[in-house]
Every structure is written in C-alpha cells, then in structure tokens.
C-alpha cells in the first residue's frame, strides 16, 4: 500500500513543507503538483490529495507542496510568477527523498500549470507537462470569452426573458456592463498579448510531452480553447504529436464533482504511463 511521507525543505531561509507519496513499487517518472493560487497542497476539494493517492496506487510517485507564503510554509504569499525558486526547491527535494527517479511530470492547475510551463524548459529533469485550464487572462480575452459564452448564452435563456418581462432586470446597469465589456473586447492593441505569448514560447522551447485538459464550462479553459482560432501559431504547436488536449463537457475550473476528479485522474494515470 502506498505510504506518505512529510517532507521539510528550505528556499531562500524560508522552511517549505510538502507531502511525498511513495509506491510499494515506485516507476522511474515522478509527478510533482504545482498549485494554482491562492491554493495549497490539498487542493479543492481534496482533489490533489484524490489525484495523488490514484497515481500512487498506479506506481507514480507523486509531491505535493506548499511554496512560499501558503499553507505551511514560511514567507510571503507570492503569485504564479515568482514561484521558479520555489518549484527548483522541491523538485530537488523530490529528486534527493526518491533516488530511484529519473524525470518528471509537473502537473498543474488554472496559474499553477501556466507556472510548470515557464519552469520547464530550463530544466533537464522535466519530461512532461501536465496542464489544466492554463492561465491565459488578459483583458481583451477576458471581455471576448465573456461576450461569447456568457451574454449569448443569458440571451437564449428563458428565465432572462421572464425577468425582463416583469420587469425583475436591472436593464440600465446590464446595459452598461455590456457595453464596457464589448469596448474592452474590441480596443485595438499595438502589442502582442503578453501572457498568452509568453506561454506559447515557454511551451515551444520545451522539448517533452505535454497533455492539456480543459472543462467546458469554464471561462479560463474557454480563453485557452480561443487562441488557435485566433492565432495560427497556437493551432501549429497545439497540432504537435507530442501534445495532447482533451476537454471534459460540463467540468467547472476545479472539476469539483467526483465523476471529473475521476476522469483527471484516470486520464493522467493513462497519458503518464503510455510514453
């Protein structure tokens, strides 16, 4: 049966703490969880927990941490962007706690998979990514997601128009949310949209395997799944041999019900295991 062990590190004179799942019999591909924040080790809805106790039971050893300023660890809270030491901290601690390892898989969530992106390609030890509606916001994507799949779909709702009709619809404010969000949609820009650029690069530069899961019923994972129609750069890495995407119908960001943990979980298990 699959044991955890605490683990206690140091990055930068900060004390961090993780969990490490070791297989009766450990396979040489270890998965180290990168949370998306503001989250620690256990995940919503315990679903880091759920996702390493399956992988272990499969033989992959799995880490989960916490990195600077979140749940047990010491220092400041930090964002997505000023994680690197702290990835580079626990990946040797996995390393040096599991000496049968060879390469790694870092899996992510939402900021924390956009994060295992920019960290991966200047690390040898990485051979795979694992993404979950990467982090892709920025304003002008923002304001086209939600004009695409939130106002279309009020308008083919007919409770909107109920409300409407009996006048239980605040018409003057709706109006001018509408049009501030369809101003930001349509705001030309001079400038390539950093975030979303920045992530393309890392993930060129990076030379493993890279699966990609979305929900579908989530704005971020929607913002993602708009960049190869709006970019032909995105649609020729996203049709690389060595990616993977799949999307779960009806999941939310967080996959929050038992039948799309489960799903993640297997998904992951299988891709892991099949390269």
Not at 17 to 23: A, E, K, Q
Not at 56 to 79: K, L, T, W
Not at 113 to 131: E, N, Q, S, V
């Amino acid at each position: 049966m699959p044991q955890q062990r605490v683990l206690h590190f140091t990055c930068q004179d900060c004390w961090l703490f993780g969990i490490l799942h070791v297989p009766d019999q450990p396979s040489t591909r270890g998965v180290l969880i990168v949370t998306g924040g503001p989250q620690y080790r256990i995940g919503s809805h315990r679903q880091f927990v759920l996702l390493a106790r399956h992988l272990s039971a499969h033989n992959v050893p799995v880490m989960r941490f916490d990195y600077r300023g979140m749940g047990d660890s010491e220092g400041d809270m930090r964002d997505f962007e000023s994680i690197q030491d702290d990835l580079e901290a626990a990946i040797g601690e996995f390393f040096s706690a599991m000496p049968v390892l060879k390469e790694l898989v870092l899996w992510g969530l939402c900021d924390g998979a956009t994060a295992a992106a920019f960290h991966a390609p200047d690390d040898p030890r990485i051979a795979g990514l694992i993404m979950l509606n990467p982090w892709v916001r920025t304003t002008q994507g923002a304001a086209r997601t939600t004009l695409r799949h939130y106002y279309l779909q009020r308008i083919r709702d007919p409770e909107f128009w109920r409300k409407l009709a009996h006048g239980r619809f605040g018409v003057r404010r709706a109006l001018a949310s509408f049009r501030q969000v369809a101003t930001a949609a349509n705001r030309p820009s001079a400038q390539i949209e950093s975030l979303p650029e920045r992530l393309h690069q890392a993930l060129c530069r990076f030379r493993g395997q890279i699966l990609i899961i979305l929900s579908g019923a989530d704005l971020g994972a929607r913002e993602f799944m708009a960049l190869p129609r709006q970019h032909a750069h995105w649609r020729s890495l996203l049709a690389s041999p060595r990616v993977r995407q799949t999307i779960i119908p009806d999941a939310n960001h967080t996959f929050a019900r038992q039948v799309w943990r489960d799903e993640v979980a297997d998904l992951c298990t299988k891709w892991i295991q099949a390269w």
